[in-house]
């Protein structure tokens, strides 16, 4: 159980990455991360925690083909494991169950 | 192209040196892309930076590679050994050379440990407070048209009732007052108390050990007193004084409720006795002045308020209520407004200067520009090792060639001479800290101030930084040397056609040498405009005369016991009483209206009697003295000054007598008499209106004009008869000369200071220039030999080797001048209303004495090579 326990991080990258479908290597998911939540992460922060979640297994990754702005460098796509998509889904039921249990009027006048 | 030139290189390579070669690829990939987004939507600039800033962050465990430490992969131990070998042997071979290095880099250093030991002892004040994070005080800043702004260490003692008791986040609170002091007397013994007033909180917020009595309640009643261990030895002896009475005078009798240990030395409260505020708010029952002190928000004379905050994060909110605090009160008070802000207890010592201390004070600045001067001192001497270093480095070339050509890389080569330049670094510290032992009791007597703040103790962590400051001073000097040497190649070294590449620094150590000379001239120059001006304004003819004026602290000596005493004496001419000096700085002030004109403005004055302006030769323009038997309206009488007559603009002298003029508390003064103008402040400041009352309740000081030239009778008498009137004091007695220059002391320990400094950038430069001279001509000895064989004259010879260096002297000079010159004339000086004016000697002395001890360093050692038989230089070819 431990094991597939998300950090909120975590859960946003591996979001980040299946919504980027095929598109998923380094740079875009920090621009993504960047632009969509509106918060700065350095792109050595975003590699500890995709290497942790690769350790995990929840991702997986290939590398990819070269483009000329890399200088010439390949590039490493990521794909979200059928264990990730598990993991992911099991932190919504929770959140989702967490949720039903807070009483109507609590959110009134917010 | 146009990507290399913007792209950060450096970075990109730093980032490949420690990046996991596996990860290189995909991350650089990454970071370039954006960095070429970055361009379009930033700009190149930003988009540099922004990359710069991914590559520090990149410095994590995740995409570092791992840097195992072995040593036989990075240097070997033997290695390291035949380093420091190497590094004996050169020692040794040169000694000249070695030894101006080591004595010049312990000379710097022993001022850099100085000021390492004197600055680590300021950080460890207070640090002995267990809750020291959550203690605060409330500070006060002040802010009105006359004065501007300034803030006070003190805050109002009312503020703790009225307001802070209320605050939630204020776990607890002291109330301090500095007033308490005074003769205090046992059955058997009378001694001086000086110490505070606090609640009984003191003990629960600072870590001040009772040794006996209850913390709790040591100073809950009135007229508790708590006395330190040593206080408590000297009352008491062996005797346990707990339960014990002590009178003090002219407050009561208290009981000895507890014991405490002695303050150490680095705390910024200081006391020997403690007394329970609520002694205080007894007090003021009967005393008005005292009843004030405790309830006017006005009063910030003695109360000083200390807090223990149970959070660190409920300082922004408690600050934010006390500036609304403020404001409430700032709508009750008129012409002033009035800012409370928490300070830690931390930043109190070293701190900013505020008024009010209760304690001794160090203010940041004085620090960082203690540590400005060592840095500039111990940079001057590390250039003068990066110089000889260079100029021998042209006989090392072999060396470093074989090195080269047996393997050794360009980072061991640098290593090499690094450990060199360590090795001599750390032999100077041993020396250095011989140094600074002997500097010590120097560096004491400077000043007393300077006694009461430093220790200049050797810590074992104290030790540790003079071993880091060592190292840094190793590599500092050495590095230059180290870069330079390892970058040549080994063949072109073993060539030789390479060794004119060295001389390419030819114009750096010459810019080294300039700058030295240059900063030891402007430090003469410094000195010697201190001189003068002190000289100026000790001499000044200040428009009163005080020669032969015996100031004595009455020190609350009944005042006519005094008069009829000290008037025995035949050696006495005259005895005066005032309330101050005049021309020291210290002043007092009234606002002072003239109804005819509306406005009122500031005027300072002093307390005199009938005797003053007599006794002081002030002359009398017009109108008369104080008269000694008129008492009934004497209050209200004042003699002015003549500059009082222009700024009031009350005619002529004798107009002026009989006006009457008003203060916005509702007195009235009436003009008397109008005296010529004389210097009552310090000489920074302009002549102003000044007046002097007649007030006996104020006066603290006896002058007693002397008129026997036989000082060291008179004053034997005076001691004798100091005895009679006042037995709990020691007889204070300064003669006014003495007095005023005290006031200038500022320039003394200035003085000192730069004096110290002065010394050491002269003997600095000058062992520079004498190594670089050496080095120089040696190296040229052949040049002279042959030359001497086709019949060169010595005179030319000490000429041509000679005239590089004296065309630096002269840079050096021109430099220093066009410096010194504008900053005195035109920056410094004017801020003084009385300035001595600077002629040609204060900037002559120092250009003479430092071109006379160059000129003797080069000529002394030219000499030699141009005297030398040219037998011996050319006879080895």
Redesign the interface.
């Known amino acids: 159980m431990k094991e597939t326990n998300l950090g909120e991080f975590q859960e946003i990258i591996l979001l980040i990455i299946l919504s980027l479908d095929n598109n998923s290597?380094?740079?875009e998911i920090?621009?993504e991360i960047n632009t969509e939540l509106d918060r700065s992460i350095?792109?050595?922060?975003l590699?500890?925690a995709l290497?942790r979640l690769e350790e995990k297994g929840f991702l997986s990754s290939e590398i990819g083909g070269?483009?000329k702005?890399?200088?010439g460098?390949?590039?490493?796509f990521f794909t979200v494991t059928n264990a990730g998509k598990e993991a992911l889904k099991e932190a919504k039921q929770l959140r989702d169950h967490l949720w039903k249990q807070i009483p109507d009027l609590t959110f009134k006048n917010i | 192209m146009e990507k290399k030139k913007i792209f950060p290189v450096h970075f990109e390579s730093f980032f490949r040196w420690f990046c996991k070669p596996t990860l290189f690829e995909e991350l650089q990939g990454d970071l370039e892309e954006q960095f070429i987004l970055d361009i379009k939507s930033k700009g190149k600039r930003k988009a540099a930076w922004a990359y710069r800033k991914e590559v520090i962050l990149m410095l994590r465990p995740s995409v570092m590679r791992n840097f195992k430490l072995n040593l036989y992969q990075l240097n070997s131990m033997p290695m390291l050994f035949n380093y420091i070998k190497t590094a004996v042997r050169n020692i040794r071979k040169g000694m000249l050379f070695s030894g101006i290095n080591i004595v010049g880099l312990s000379l710097s250093m022993a001022v850099g440990l100085l000021v390492i030991s004197g600055i680590s002892y300021q950080f460890t004040f207070d640090q002995f407070h267990q809750k020291k994070e959550q203690i605060y005080r409330v500070i006060t800043e002040v802010n009105d048209s006359y004065f501007g702004s300034r803030t006070y260490a003190t805050a109002p003692a009312i503020l703790a009732s009225d307001f802070l008791n209320d605050q939630e986040s204020i776990d607890k609170l002291v109330r301090i007052s500095s007033g308490f002091g005074g003769k205090a007397k046992t059955e058997s013994k009378a001694l001086l108390l000086d110490g505070i007033y606090a609640d009984k909180e003191f003990f629960d917020i600072f870590s001040f050990q009772l040794l006996e009595g209850d913390a709790s309640n040591a100073l809950d009643n009135p007229f508790s007193i708590v006395l330190t261990k040593e206080m408590e030895s000297r009352f008491f002896d062996q005797e346990s004084a707990i339960g014990k009475a002590i009178e003090i005078e002219d407050i009561g009798f208290f009981q000895v409720t507890g014991i405490v240990e002695d303050p150490p030395v680095n705390s910024h409260l200081r006391f020997n006795s403690l007394v329970s505020f609520s002694t205080l708010e007894a007090l003021a029952l009967s005393n008005e002045s005292q009843n004030d002190a405790l309830n006017s928000f006005e009063n910030l004379n003695y109360g000083y308020i200390y807090l223990l905050v149970n959070d660190q994060s409920s300082v922004q909110g408690l600050e934010n209520s006390l500036s609304v605090k403020s404001s409430i009160v700032n709508n009750q008070v008129k012409n002033k407004t009035y800012a409370y802000q928490l300070q830690a207890l931390t930043d109190i010592v070293p701190g900013k200067a505020l008024n009010n201390q209760i304690g001794p004070e160090m203010e940041t600045l004085v620090l960082i520009i203690f540590s400005i001067l060592a840095g500039v001192i111990i940079f001057s001497t590390c250039f003068n090792y990066t110089n000889l270093s260079l100029a021998r480095a042209l006989g090392r070339t072999k060396e470093i060639a074989v090195r080269k050509a047996l393997g050794g890389s360009r980072f061991q080569v640098f290593l090499q001479f690094i450990v060199e330049a360590v090795v001599i670094a750390l032999l100077a510290l041993f020396v250095a800290i011989l140094f600074s032992e002997a500097l010590k009791p120097y560096i004491f007597s400077i000043d007393v101030a300077i006694r009461d703040t430093f220790s200049f103790k050797i810590t074992m962590s104290v030790a540790l930084y003079f071993l880091l400051f060592a190292v840094i001073v190793g590599v500092i000097a050495g590095f230059l040397p180290a870069i330079i040497l390892s970058k040549q190649s080994a063949l072109k070294l073993l060539k030789g056609a390479d060794q004119f590449r060295f001389l390419r620094f030819i114009n750096l150590r010459k810019g080294l040498i300039i700058f030295q000379f240059t900063l030891s001239l402007i430090c003469i120059i410094v000195a010697s405009v201190l001189v003068k001006q002190f000289q100026f304004s000790v001499d000044f003819d200040m428009g009163f005369d005080r020669e032969q004026v015996l100031n004595i602290k009455l020190n609350g000596a009944d005042q006519q016991i005094f008069r009829d005493e000290f008037s025995r004496i035949p050696e006495v001419k005259r005895i005066s009483m005032s309330s101050g000096y005049l021309g020291v700085g210290a002043r007092s002030k009234y606002w002072i209206q003239n109804p005819a004109l509306g406005d009122s403005m500031v005027v300072d004055y002093l307390s005199v009697d009938h005797n003053y302006l007599i006794n002081h030769n002030i002359p009398l323009l017009a109108g008369k003295n104080f008269d000694e038997f008129d008492s009934e309206s004497r209050d209200e009488l004042i003699i002015i000054n003549e500059e009082f007559l222009k700024e009031f603009q009350l005619g002529m002298p004798l107009d002026a007598i009989g006006n009457v003029l008003t203060t916005p508390g509702n007195t009235t003064f009436r003009i008397i008499g109008v005296t010529s103008n004389f210097n009552y402040d310090r000489l920074r400041n302009p002549i102003k209106s000044f007046f002097f009352t007649y007030q006996p309740e104020y006066f603290q000081y006896a002058n007693l004009k002397m008129n026997s030239p036989d000082i060291i009778s008179g004053m034997e008498k005076v001691e004798t008869s100091w005895e009679k009137v006042n037995q709990v004091y020691e007889l204070d007695a300064v003669f006014y000369d003495d007095r005023v220059e005290e006031a200038y002391s500022f320039y003394k320990i200035a003085l000192g200071i730069i004096g110290f400094v002065t010394l050491l950038t002269v003997l600095i430069a000058c062992m520079g220039l004498l190594g670089i001279v050496v080095y120089t001509s040696k190296s040229r000895s052949k040049e002279v030999a042959i030359r001497k064989v086709l019949g060169a004259e010595e005179k030319g010879l000490v000429y041509l080797l000679s005239k590089n260096f004296i065309g630096m002297m002269i840079w050096a000079t021109l430099v220093s001048v066009s410096i010194t010159f504008p900053l005195f004339n035109f920056l410094v000086l004017p801020n003084e209303a009385y300035k001595a004016d600077l002629g040609f000697w204060e900037f002559g002395f120092g250009v003479i004495l430092i071109g006379s001890l160059g000129l003797i360093t080069i000529i002394s050692q030219t000499l030699r090579v141009a005297r030398a038989n040219p037998v011996d230089s050319i006879h080895k070819e």
Request: charge should be positive.
């Open positions: 290597y380094g740079a920090q621009r350095s792109r050595g922060a590699h500890t290497t070269a483009t702005e890399r200088g460098r390949r590039k490493k």
